[in-house]
């Protein structure tokens, strides 16, 4: 049987109308190239008038008539100068021309090879995580691409990720802690050490973002913060879980910096505070710049377990009722605090029972302060006393209601040790320097959504409030004034923020710390001569002298046992400018008070 030839347009219709297709997209890149001039100009008119408009709306409504009465003056004048006109067009369409030309940087193909290479390295890291022996149709498997895996990337200069988009198989058990946890440790290690990095796990999606956590600033002073009564700056973190932001001098900079605000009194629910941290990372900096913030409004109590010294600067200061280094102080001042947030609740409770508003007395908040309280417990146990940890029972307990706060800081490895009210009532966390992500879990309740590094400035941590997010944190530079390697910047930050010493009721006054160094040696001699025994573990490193306590109605009694004797309802609430001058109190006098060196500059700072 013949052959029928098949159709012509069966037969070479197709490679017709390859030719037609080839011949319109020659004809079309040949108008586009006569009429680019006449595009970009179009383009560029377009532009200007959206530039136009944008201004237009971004102009308060009140500049608007003034706008509009230039743009007409300008049309005027060119309207009557010879030649306006033709000039103004030629003006413009220049200006349509330079706006209108195409600015698109040349697009990369992709990710250069180093990029690609790197992406292709964890793509294969992520597929033992990420795949399963039955899966027909996997996403991640060896030598598979990597490009349906990771739908948005982006690099930083030094060619490591900046940002990167995972996807991953619905079956992954992405709500478990470890799991996650196994990823998250994987990616830090190939995506380069020493950075920080946030991990959004999108669990509808199955995607995971990570993203390279830019380092928070270090240098920030502590200041006046622009908060409202209650709260207190613990520090400054990411812009990602905290809306709000702080305005904040930086030197001559004014910086916005999103802040960890944690709120204290009777409507808070984290009304205690405990910092943890390895020594030397800035727990009682970060309680120096509490203390500061809480002089603004009320008064405070601190005991230092660590003996340091470095609450010196609030000693004498209006507002400050005691700064404790040795146990018999410390015990002596938290029976008087625990008396008087006792005081403090019947005379709330009576008042709401009268139907009455809260006594004005009991409103100014009082803040205790304990340092290294682990340390007192030690030496408690060794002299067979009471653990002052115990006193803090009561302010814990019953200190929102009171408006009595408790700040608590101790060493990391110290947890264990620090009593169950403290750990139960702490619901306001921080853990300063470096630690574990099981130490984290630990101290916060949950785990931070960063990697945490091993290389941490002074001052940074996590911070979490109650059930909160857990923030990165990074305190404010508070240091020790009297400190010498403290710069003068830093120095004079922290002195503008000390209250003034309180004047004694013998209207001498107060003395500076150089001043006070004298006194307490020659109080110090003349202890020693009089008991040869002090002491036996004493870490106090500087007394407060007793000129300088005599205008804390409250310390002095409180240091001197009279307030105990008094008991639970003559506690002032507020230092008594007028009581009387105050005996030395019985451990100053057994305590050797070791000469402390206040560096000439701090003094001169302060008194200037
Ligand atoms: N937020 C910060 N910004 C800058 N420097 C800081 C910060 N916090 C602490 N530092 C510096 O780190 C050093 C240790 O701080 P700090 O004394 O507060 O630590 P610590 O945890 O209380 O240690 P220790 O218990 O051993 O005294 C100090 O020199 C201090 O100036």
Known sequence: MARRPLPRILSNGGAQLARSRELARTAADSATDVLQPLIT??????????????RWTETPKDRRGALLFLVASVVLVVALVPY?????????????????????????GGPD?????????????????????????????HGGAWEKAFPAYEFDDTGRFAHLVIRYPAYFTDGEAEARARIEHLLTAKSGRGREYHFTWDEEANHLSVDVLAALPTDIAVQRFVTAPGETVLGFTDPTQVQRTLPLTHGEERLDMPPVVWRTGIRSTEPHLLVLGQPGTGTSTLLRSVALQALHHGDLLVVDGGGTGEYACLVGRDGVLAVECGLTGALTSLEWAAAETERRLVSVNRARQEGRPTP??????????????????HLAAADGRKDP????????RHGRAANVTVVVADQLDALDSLSDAVRQHTRARAVLGPATADELTTALGAPPHTTPVDQVPPGRGYARLGTGPVHRLQVPATPDPYDDATSDAHRQAVLDLLPPRTTPADGERAPIPAEAEAVEAVEAAEAEAADPEPEAVSTRKKDPPAKTLAGTGALTAA???????????TAPEKPVADAGPAPVSGETAVEPAPAETVPAKAVAAETS
């Open 41 to 54: 100009i179009a383009r560029g008119l377009r532009r200007l008038a959206a530039a136009a408009r944008r």
């Open 360 to 377: 004005d007395e009991t409103r100014r908040p009082l803040w205790i302060f304990v340092d290294r309280p682990s340390a007192f417990a």
């Open 559 to 569: 240091g001197t046992g009279t307030l105990n004797a008094a008991g639970t309802g």
């Open 389 to 396: 940890q115990s006193l803090l029972q009561v302010p814990l």
């Open 84 to 108: 306006g006109p033709l000039l103004a067009v030629i003006a413009l369409m220049a200006a349509a021309a330079w706006q209108g030309r195409d600015r698109a940087p040349s697009e990369p």
């Open 113 to 141: 090879d180093s990029r690609t290479k790197r992406l292709q390295s964890l793509y294969e890291a992520l597929v033992p995580y990420f795949s399963l022996a039955e899966d027909p149709d996997p996403l991640y498997a």
